[in-house]
């Protein structure tokens, strides 16, 4: 089976720093992406990780290890407009498509 | 401003009728899948479409789900007869896929938002 966890829900100060943890377990592994998601409307792409490490872009970064099954997202300089659901996804297999996403975790940034 | 384009953005319907959701992928785009999200289940991968070709459906249920894509600017989504239960937001998304683990973007309709009475 396919099982991919993230925390259900992250409240945080703008300004602060936020890190959104998403652990998987699958039957395949060929890369690992962080959509966002505001209420109401449709996921958008955020990063990408198919090797260990750390890939920054802007105010977001995501990690991966591949051994501990385990990534996470980290928001810095967190701003309202970052209150949405972050959805971690994970393509299964080496040729086609076949994604699994994770339940989402919403995040609440608070003045 | 390329985008995925779903229609209709709603639709409430009635049990035992016919429902069909219409995508038009971004042009040139290879690939076009077709996810079911709830407040349950999360996000659900539904099928896929490579190349025009159905490369794997096997999300959706099959006695009452069929998708198709007639060409490359229309990709069709299903539901005979619906079910309440089929209650969701479907959302097409498409993408230009390299194959390996290149860095293949999805880009997401705005969806459909489907409610079965």
């Known amino acids: 089976g396919q099982n991919i966890d993230q925390p259900t829900e992250m409240t945080a100060t703008e300004g602060a720093i936020v890190q959104i943890n998403c652990t998987y377990q699958?039957?395949?592994?060929?890369?690992l992406f962080w959509y966002q998601q505001h209420a109401g409307e449709a996921p958008t792409f955020l990063s990408y990780?198919?090797?260990?490490g750390l890939e920054e872009k802007g105010r977001f970064s995501s990690f991966l290890s591949r051994s501990k099954g385990y990534s996470y997202l980290l928001l810095k300089e967190l701003q309202m407009k970052d209150s949405a659901s972050y959805l971690c996804?994970?393509?299964?297999?080496?040729?086609?498509?076949?994604?699994?996403f994770g339940p989402g975790t919403r995040l609440s940034v608070l003045p | 401003d390329a985008r995925v384009t779903q229609t209709p953005r709603h639709k409430v319907t009635e049990m035992g009728q016919e429902v069909t959701m219409r995508c038009q992928p971004i042009?040139?785009?290879?690939?076009v899948f077709w996810y079911r999200q709830t407040m349950m289940q999360g996000l659900e991968l539904l099928a896929y479409?490579?190349?025009?070709?159905?490369?794997?459906d096997s999300g959706m249920p099959k006695d009452r789900f069929s998708a198709e894509m007639p060409d490359a600017t229309l990709a069709t989504l299903k539901i005979q007869p619906s079910e309440p239960r089929d209650s969701a937001v479907y959302f097409c998304?498409?993408?230009?896929?390299?194959?390996?683990?290149?860095?293949?973007?999805?880009?997401f309709g705005a969806g459909t938002r489907l409610s079965v009475l």
């Open positions: 042009l040139g785009h290879n690939t």
């Open positions: 996804a994970v393509r299964v297999d080496n040729y086609g498509q076949n994604f699994v």
């Open positions: 699958t039957s395949g592994f060929n890369g």
């Open positions: 990780n198919v090797l260990d």
């Open positions: 479409f490579r190349n025009r070709a159905p490369l794997d």
């Open positions: 998304a498409s993408g230009l896929v390299l194959g390996g683990g290149s860095r293949d973007i999805q880009y």
